[in-house]
């Protein structure tokens, strides 16, 4: 009880200096902060959460080892004045570069490496096992884009208030002018809309740390919030300014259990001071995230060298003073590129604790990523698509004896492009020069069942 007791305290104080710093980008630490003062059951939630996980990383130092997959829902929430693809409303091709980035940053598989701008924590930085897709049946059991398009009411017309406690939740239900959520044990919820800041500031996003989704009563909270702008790196995203397409990553960090790595207390003076954020009770136990006195907004090159806390005055990982991880997808700089071994061991624990733990497990049991008539074992790379990117050319090489029926290439609006039938040879390929840059994808039917491929024309 007593430790319980502590961790609560933890919490509240460091969101609570957060919230008195006025720090923007992600409002996660300013919602927190309310959140864990006025919902005293989603406080004993994360209190749970965390005195779980200490004594599961104790038995459980590396991760499972298994790609588990997340069904995604994207609500966009937009103003009736904007048709699909303007605005708010953002295009088809927007959304799918935004899971192509998660689904790259999260396997490690991010264009930053095998070279980054820099190497300094390339031994610290780790796959997370975790990919993502857009859902393709919804609760009800019916097919689905995995995407939901609804006109904000007049309220909202200008966008959403990020610094408002009420107004921050307001694209998720549908009474205040949102879409209400999926079931979250299911499927992650991820509200795409105008955010604002009536105290100054920009917010890109904002995430609950788990909890939300175990009491039935705010389970509707749960999920992140991503300002359009900063959704994806294309489409109504491509002038956004320092954006990097990380935003949607760093908020499902925070959905799995993760904290900033920056210090977000202050002294008596307001001050800013160094602490080991992350490596606490109440921050996930990271102990391989360097302390870090305060933010670095800036880009991280190869000569980026800030060290603004001396870590052999800190038990973490490290045996000298080291550089702030300010790679770090967690943190806010405006480039960032990796996770490191023990945060991806905290989201290992999330996606494998119960609900009642206030864990995600259930996740794994989600059928929204179920594809009717697709034969599963078409998902076992079976059946292989290179250079992806590519410049025009795509090749298509079939592992073992599988018999294709046709190949169907098609937009982003579903228009068949391209068809090929009776194709003999294990190994063929296709010209996609003469398209537009973009996305497409393939549509491969086999005597196996049928498997779609997504295809980035980059040329």
Not at 137 to 161: A, L
Not at 202 to 230: E, F, R
Not at 245 to 271: M, S, V, W
């Amino acid at each position: 009880m007593k430790k319980s007791i502590i961790i609560g305290l933890l919490l509240i104080a460091f969101f609570t200096k957060a919230q008195e710093r006025n720090i923007k980008k992600c409002a996660t630490s300013h919602l927190m902060e309310y959140e864990m003062q006025t919902n005293p059951q989603y406080k004993n939630t994360v209190e749970s959460y965390f005195n779980g996980l200490e004594e599961w990383l104790k038995n459980n130092s590396n991760s499972e080892n298994t790609v588990i997959t997340i069904p995604v829902v994207v609500h966009v929430v937009h103003k009736q004045s904007h048709n699909l693809g303007i605005g708010t409303n953002i295009p088809q091709i927007q959304i799918d570069d935004a899971i192509r980035i998660l689904n790259e940053d999260y396997r490690k598989m991010n264009p930053e490496f095998p070279n980054p701008p820099r190497n300094t924590f390339n031994s610290y930085a780790g796959d997370c096992e975790l990919e993502f897709c857009l859902a393709t049946t919804d609760e009800n059991g019916n097919t689905t884009t995995g995407v939901t398009r609804t006109i904000t009411n007049s309220t909202h017309n200008s966008g959403f208030d990020a610094d408002d406690n009420t107004d921050s939740n307001a694209m998720k239900r549908t009474a205040t002018g949102g879409k209400d959520n999926w079931n979250p044990l299911k499927y992650l919820n991820i509200w795409v809309c105008n955010l604002t800041n009536s105290q100054g500031g920009q917010t890109l996003g904002y995430a609950y740390l788990p909890g939300q989704q175990s009491q039935a009563w705010t389970a509707w909270k749960d999920g992140l919030v991503v300002d359009y702008s900063y959704f994806g790196t294309v489409g109504n995203a491509a002038t956004a300014s320092n954006n990097d397409g990380r935003t949607p990553t760093h908020e499902i960090g925070h959905y799995l259990g993760l904290k900033h790595p920056f210090c977000e207390q202050t002294d008596a003076q307001g001050n800013t001071i160094c602490c080991d954020n992350d490596n606490t009770s109440g921050g996930g136990y990271v102990d391989d995230t360097p302390a870090q006195k305060d933010i670095y907004w800036g880009s991280v090159i190869s000569t980026t060298n800030n060290n603004t806390c001396n870590d052999t005055q800190f038990s973490n990982a490290f045996t000298s003073d080291v550089l702030d991880m300010d790679e770090n997808f967690m943190s806010y700089a405006f480039t960032t590129w990796m996770f490191s071994h023990k945060q991806i061991n905290v989201m290992d624990y999330t996606m494998s604790a119960s609900t009642g733990q206030g864990g995600r497990a259930a996740l794994k049991t989600s059928n929204g990523c179920n594809i009717t008539g697709v034969n599963e074992i078409l998902h076992d790379n079976l059946i292989s698509v290179y250079p992806n990117p590519t410049n025009g050319r795509i090749n298509f090489k079939i592992t073992m004896n599988i018999k294709v029926n046709n190949i169907s290439i098609q937009n982003v609006l579903g228009e068949e492009i391209i068809v090929v039938k009776n194709i003999a040879n294990d190994i063929f390929s296709l010209d996609l020069s003469s398209f537009p840059r973009g996305i497409y994808f393939a549509i491969i039917d086999t005597d196996k069942g049928r498997s779609t491929k997504k295809i980035l024309l980059s040329k």
